[in-house]
């Protein structure tokens, strides 16, 4: 069985072909990223017309890639939110005709979940229930896992996704966009402990969150402390410290859930999730709570279209399909 994954959820534009055993033949990714830079984020409209114009040569490249053609595909899979609605129509559309023309089943895959599923598919040993922390530029969710068909949210973002801090505090900084990765770079060669900066854990039982504070602290820090803009050792160390309370608060009410659900395995997925002092914290931590965790492989960690064949191709084995009504939903969460 071969599967095809289509994912334009966002601003890459992926075609992946797996195998029965999720074996990956072909993992394409092309991103609109350098068209939105001097805007400091993401333009919809740009994104959307990129899609349009690179998705069928992201096809051709993954069928040559995979060496198959077209009639070899056995299932289409497709995200089909949560997203920008243009830009998800172009991937939904796109699997479609692909399915009608070539009479083969087709499923919608829900992004967040897919994300998690990016771990599961690197480490195919975990079992369930496992405690899933989902972490990328638009959502900040932990989740309780069942099995692959049964999610439950417990607890998400109440303003900013962690991903969406690390970006606008980049911006701050002057440090460009996407900030994740800029600030990963610079807070290695900076002090953690230099800046105290806030943590915000809202009520001691809630496993929400909320990165707004913490940006606008790294905002008024430096009005307050440089009359001119801090110098590069003054970024790192910003960059650092402001890196590592995202990191502890994470890290903290995702263990919260693992206690509080009695669960000893947390699955970690979202493009926050390639941050390595991330995981060297977290893996850290997790060992003295005696919690086994688990990461995608760092390529499965940003947008990508193989977990999203991964997710859809085990949906259909038990028995899901979609139909030609599938529609984008911009706004789809966990359930
Ligand atoms: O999952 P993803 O690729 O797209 C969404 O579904 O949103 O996540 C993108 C987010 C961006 O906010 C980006 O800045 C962040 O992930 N990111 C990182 C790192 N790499 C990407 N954040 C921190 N450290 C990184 N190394
Ligand atoms: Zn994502």
Redesign the pocket.
Known sequence: MLTLGIETS?DETAIAVINEKEEILANIVTSSIPLHKKFGGIIPEIACRFHVEYIGHCLEEALKKAGISLKDIDLIAVTYGPGLVGALLVGISFAKSLSWSLKRPLIGVN?LKA?IYAALMEHKIIKFPVIGLII???HTCLVYVLDIEHFQLLGQTRDDAC??A??KVAKILGLGY????M??KRARLGKRQKVKFPRTYLDTQSLDFSFSGVKTAVLYYIRDNFKNNPNRQEVNDICASFQESVIEVLADKALAACQKRKIHRLVVG???S??SRLREYFLQRSSLGKVEVYFPCLNLS??NAVMVAGLGQKLYKKGKVSKFNLTAEPNLGIK
């Open positions: 966002c992004h994300h990328s530029g638009g991903g969406e690390f970006d996407p900030g994740g990765p600030v990963e979202g493009g926050v390639a941050n940003l947008d």
